[in-house]
């Protein structure tokens, strides 16, 4: 069955959408699972108040991307084919744990230099830099100019676990519903 992940308001599902296919392809795929039967481009393209071919291009994008399917039928009294369109919302989750699964490894490589490493920065926190770097510039921010000063790695920390946690507690809610 296909559940409604972007309807049901994810904000990782609508982020990953929003990078995937542009901004309008959240409004979209909300349109298409709220409906949960094939529409075609133009009834989409009312509904959004966009031009058909804007649509079609974030059609295109999604079904690149296997999150659309089509169906061609052909129109016996004008010759024309008609196209009639649906998501699957199963691969946006699928393609998003893919993605996600990166970006918690990234986040482990940090949290583990960070545990390691002394950072330093300064108080506006432009950047963060580990000792050899701060001590390059002589312990003045590359950006603002002012005193960097080593910062307590125990917090930084926590907030990349608490980040962890989150995109984790996400997943499995998304999980549950698919
Ligand atoms: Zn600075």
């Known amino acids: 069955m296909n559940k409604k992940i972007i309807a049901s308001g994810f904000p990782l599902a609508q982020n990953f959408l929003k990078k995937v296919a542009g901004d309008p392809s959240v409004q979209l795929v909300r349109i298409c699972e709220r409906k949960g039967k094939r529409t075609t481009d133009e009834e989409l393209a009312k509904k959004m108040k966009m031009k058909v071919t804007e649509v079609r291009t974030i059609l295109n994008r999604l079904h690149y991307r296997g999150i659309a399917h089509y169906q061609k039928t052909k129109n016996k009294k004008t010759g024309w084919y008609n ?64 005193t960097m000063e080593a910062t307590n790695s125990d917090q930084r920390v926590k907030k990349i676990e608490k980040q962890i946690t989150g995109i984790e507690r996400e997943i499995e809610t998304m999980a549950k519903i698919i």
């Open 83 to 146: 196209y009639t369109w649906e998501i699957k919302s199963k691969r946006i989750l699928e393609l998003l744990l893919e993605e996600q699964k990166e970006a918690i490894e990234k986040l482990k490589t940090t949290q583990s230099f960070e545990k390691t490493y002394t950072y330093f920065t300064c108080k506006r926190n432009c950047t963060s830099v580990p000792f050899e770097v701060a001590a390059e510039f002589q312990f003045k921010c590359p950006e603002c100019n002012s």
